[in-house]
Structures are given as structure tokens and as C-alpha cells.
Nanobody
């Protein structure tokens, strides 16, 4: 089992940047594919990005390509989400998720473990 704790959320103006972190603890946390999802008020949770177990494969939803970057440091058991050129529509609670697999998918139900979420608010 793995425990996930997100941090780094906050409020920024449009065009600004934030870096989210997801600290993993527990059994073999580096053996998990990781993903970031987000949920805006009144909307379903949506996929943002995923990174493979070893970090060599990443995939992004179209709306964040070129603006967001996912990375991981397995020595620190931490996954990062660098978010640049933020837009008001990026406002949401951001969740880190993990699945014991080499490459994760884009559906929330595919992930087994979730963090508590961190709020990101982008003002215009």
C-alpha cells in the first residue's frame, strides 16, 4: 500500500506558475505509475497527466500540453507537476494518484491510491 500527500497549491494570477508535489510513502512507492487529476466545482474529476514507473513515459491531456510538466524523483519518492502559463480554467482541486503498474492510464478508476488533494486557484 502507498500513501500520497500533495502540497504546493495556492492562488495565482493568470499567466503565473505553481509547482505541485506529491510525496509517496509506503511499500515500494517507486514501483507505481503516477497520475495527476483535477476536479473543478460541479464537474467530474478529469485526467491531467501521467508518468510511468521509471519516468521515461509521460502523457498529457491536450489542454495542458506545453504548459504543464510532470516529473518524478524516485530517490525522494516524490512526483512533481510544474504548471506554467496558468489560466482561470485550470482552477480546481488537484489530486495525485498511484497504480502498481509500469504505465498508468487516463481514467480515474484505473488508479488504486489517491491523495487528499490540493487547491489551485487562478484569477484573471
Amino acid at each position: 500500500q502507498v500513501q500520497l500527500v500533495e502540497s504546493g497549491g495556492g492562488s495565482v494570477q493568470a499567466g503565473g506558475s505553481l509547482r505541485l508535489s506529491c510525496a509517496a510513502s509506503g511499500r515500494s512507492s517507486s514501483s507505481y505509475a503516477m497520475g495527476w487529476f483535477r476536479q473543478a466545482p460541479g464537474k467530474e474529476r478529469e485526467f491531467v497527466t501521467t508518468i510511468s514507473r521509471g519516468g521515461g513515459y509521460t502523457y498529457y491531456t491536450d489542454s495542458v500540453k506545453g504548459r504543464f510538466t510532470i516529473s518524478r524523483d524516485n530517490a525522494k519518492s516524490t512526483v512533481y507537476l510544474q504548471m506554467n502559463s496558468l489560466k482561470p480554467e485550470d482552477t480546481a482541486v488537484y489530486y495525485c494518484a498511484a497504480k502498481y503498474i509500469v504505465i498508468g492510464g487516463t481514467k480515474a478508476y484505473e488508479y488504486d491510491y489517491w491523495g487528499q488533494g490540493t487547491q489551485v486557484t487562478v484569477s484573471s
